[in-house]
């Protein structure tokens, strides 16, 4: 069954996140008192545990640690700093980050923090 088949009757994004991670929890909660969004808008999946539910997505299990992703109303997959600029767009506030994010110089830069931020935190979790 494809991504779009049955995603028919779910929010217009599912953000695949880490359930095991408090930072990715806060991340969440924060996103969810910024943007109002409702469980009709955004559904959060916990992949804990879900290797063989992301790789039927599509996702690998090892990448959906290390990248955030995001399933858009179409189906399609978006990870990395192209998932926090799908999800960021939806709040108002957030929108001039969007933005900056999406600058060819702060873009590369972005990236490179994130990959470190996200290493040391699997580091530390024993996951790398």
Partial sequence: MSAKTERQNDPPLTVYYDGACPKCIRDRDTYQKLSGATDEQVSWFDITDQEN???EIGIEPR???????VCDADGRIV???DAYI???AKVPMLKPLVW???LP???PLLAIIYHWQV???LRRRGLL
């Fill in 79 to 81: 990870s990395e700093l």
């Fill in 63 to 69: 990448q959906a640690l290390s990248e955030l992703h």
């Fill in 105 to 107: 110089l702060i873009r």
């Fill in 119 to 121: 290493n040391r935190r």
């Fill in 100 to 102: 900056l994010i999406g």
């Fill in 86 to 88: 799908l999800l960021m």
């Fill in 53 to 55: 539910r992301l790789r």
